[in-house]
């Protein structure tokens, strides 16, 4: 099979030579890819000196560059991996032998099972909201998945080239994650080592921007992915202020026989209407996206018995 790792990187001048050395060693034949992401650093000039097909991705983000990866680049299997040198990689084969049997679609590197990320990583509210970001989407897809937002994934050639990336930043994991899980992609994690950066390494996730983007990514992709929870919710939020509104206002009516509270009432007809009309969208939405998802799976077929 041909294998082909993707490391997305950006001033990572410190580290990238030792990624590339050591996927190297870990699966000799293996083609390493490093796009480079605008470095104003020497990790395009390393990466190339050390033997990666080196490419310029010009447009600034961690999910700009994987979406051009998944464009260009042809492999049966994928290992995507940050050039940070936190991830182990003789542990590779691990990560890529559910692809090779079929057990899995994406096997992800989880770090939180064997305790090393909570041990290895200083920065402050990180494990909070990985953990955050794990249990929204467990909750939303009734799943038990430990690791939502690791850069240490394999794939195979049917989840790269059936992937749509809409995120340009580091929401991209929890955006392949989603998409998995709503498509029936099979998922495994895998338990990996995880170390913090070496000293010069700076990491590049801020914990408050891009923590409000991921969680922004959740809302969006809850929306168009399970649009009839989602309206379901807001529906029923209206429907309760309905009634604080409208139950006096029948209360009164049942005692005298008449209405007093107009603007009351008026306003518990009004967000009766736009619960009602916000559940209807939802429906309807709720048909066109298991329709699209009917397409998706056909279109799947139609590739792989070509």
Not at 92 to 107: F, G, H, Y
Not at 237 to 258: N, Q
């Amino acid at each position: 099979m041909k294998i082909a790792v993707l490391i997305p990187c950006f001033n990572e001048e410190a580290t990238v030579e030792k990624v590339i050395l050591d996927f190297k060693q870990a699966l000799p034949q293996a083609n390493i890819f490093v796009y480079d992401n605008n470095s104003t650093d020497n990790s395009y000039i390393v990466a190339k000196r050390n033997g990666a097909i080196v490419k310029k991705e010009y447009r600034r983000g961690k999910g700009n560059v994987v979406r051009s990866m998944f464009l260009d680049i042809e492999a049966d299997i994928y290992v995507m991996v940050d050039a940070d040198d936190t991830y182990p990689a003789q542990e590779v084969l691990t990560l890529i032998n559910p692809i090779v049997s079929c057990e899995a679609d994406m096997c992800v590197g989880d770090r939180h099972s064997n305790g090393s990320y909570l041990q290895q990583n200083k920065r402050m509210f990180h494990n909070f909201g990985n953990n955050l970001v794990a249990k929204l989407i467990n909750i939303l897809y009734k799943e038990d998945l430990k690791d939502i937002m690791s850069g240490y994934r394999a794939f195979n050639r049917d989840f790269v080239k059936h992937f749509p990336i809409h995120s340009s930043g580091f929401e991209i994991e929890t955006e392949m994650s989603i998409h998995a899980l709503d498509k029936r992609f099979k998922i495994k994690e895998v338990p990996v080592s995880y170390k913090d950066r070496e000293d010069g390494s700076v990491s590049k996730l801020n914990t408050y921007t891009d923590g409000y983007k991921i969680l922004k990514t959740i809302f969006w992709l809850f929306k168009d992915y399970k649009p009839l929870m989602f309206f379901s919710i807001i529906a029923g939020v209206f429907f309760i202020f309905s009634l604080v509104a409208g139950v006096p206002v029948i209360v009164e009516f049942v005692r005298t026989h008449y209405i007093a509270k107009v603007p009351s009432a008026i306003l518990a007809v009004g967000l009766m209407l736009i619960s009602t009309m916000t559940l209807f969208i939802g429906f309807v939405l709720d048909t066109v996206t298991k329709q699209h998802k009917d397409n998706f799976e056909l279109f799947r077929l139609n590739n792989k018995y070509k």
